[in-house]
């Protein structure tokens, strides 16, 4: 069966059908099916001549040399780094064919790209994380419905003291932290199944206790019911979600993007932060203070 269309996509082959169902195993994000399918209408429509001529594209013709005009033609109207990321595709693609052995080999590695300069992530400023710092130990001006001053403030920080990703806050329970004679070690579950293992300092479990508080008088039944009278992180389910948004449940990435915009902007630094980075610039930042040296900002919000 062809890769079903939907309302104004086009027809694909059967054989790009099954590429996308054995990525599906895997399970890719949906921002990652698009992007294959993206990729794969932009070359194709190259190779095959025409957009309707797609859903018909023999596999005789992925050869080597129509891969290299084809991507030639591609890197006329396109950026380096949409050719690196469309080349990676039809990588995945052709290694998938080769190992299914519906092509004698695969011909991308003799097909050239572009090699993406490396440049350092941008780092908020000094004076801009103080400001930042500032505004999260301030109620808002004009108060809504959704602010909780104590979750944005602990989220905020746990970003950009122990350097976790937007998926990693996400997936974090309560019982990934764990307490030490100095303060507390957080288990990350990290990209690609690899885990790690974060130090952080007293003064941020402190937040993040005070902010568990908060919400167990949101949210009360969603508490241990036998908690502890000491509040913090033994009031809680080891299996609890560490971070949840207004309902109480998980926080979404929606939510927790959201909160950190609404922060940058009270702040007044939106403009300082790397296009696009809101949970990772204040990773960049953890990142390039750790490196230096300068990572002492809990005191400051303390």
């Given amino acids: 069966m062809a890769d079903a269309p939907g309302p104004t996509e086009p027809s694909r082959p059967e054989w790009f059908a099954a590429f996308l169902a054995d990525r599906g195993t895997r399970k890719p994000s949906a921002h990652t ?6 990729d794969f209408d932009a070359i194709a429509t190259l190779v095959a001549g025409d957009p309707a001529a797609v859903a018909r594209l023999p596999l005789a013709d992925i050869t080597t040399d129509s891969m290299r005009v084809a991507f030639a033609q591609y890197a006329e109207t396109h950026e380096a780094a949409s050719i690196q990321r469309c080349w990676s595709t039809w990588n995945v693609l052709c290694t998938f064919l080769y190992t299914s052995e519906l092509i004698a080999a695969n011909p991308m590695p003799l097909v050239g790209r572009p090699k993406l300069a490396k440049t350092l992530p941008k780092a908020l400023p000094t004076d801009s994380v103080t400001a930042l710092l500032t505004t999260l130990g301030e109620d808002p001006r004009r108060r809504r419905s959704s602010d909780w001053t104590e979750r944005d403030r602990a989220l905020i920080l746990t970003a950009l003291l122990a350097g976790l ?3 990693e ?22 990209k690609g199944g690899k885990d790690r293992r974060i130090p952080i300092e007293a003064p941020l479990v402190e937040i993040l206790e005070h902010y568990l508080d908060s919400r167990a008088t ?8 036998r908690s502890s009278p000491a509040g913090g992180l033994a009031a809680w389910s080891p299996s609890a979600p560490l971070f ?20 940058f902007r009270r702040a007044g630094i939106d403009a300082d932060r790397a296009r696009g980075a809101l949970v990772h610039g204040l990773r960049h930042t953890f990142v390039i203070c750790t490196a230096s040296g300068r990572k002492r900002y809990v005191g400051s919000a303390a």
């Avoid at 949101?218 to 019911?225: D, E, N």
């Avoid at 949840?244 to 959201?258: C, N």
Wanted: glycine share 12%.
């Fill in 33 to 38: 099916i698009k992007a294959y399918r993206q």
């Fill in 165 to 167: 990703r937007a998926d």
């Fill in 169 to 190: 806050l996400l997936r974090a329970n309560v019982g990934d932290l764990r307490r030490t004679d100095e303060g507390a070690v957080i288990h990350v579950h990290g």
């Fill in 218 to 225: 949101r949210f009360p039944t969603t508490a241990k019911k």
């Fill in 244 to 263: 949840v948004g207004g309902d109480g449940e998980r926080i979404s990435r929606g939510t927790l993007q959201y909160r950190v915009l609404r922060a």
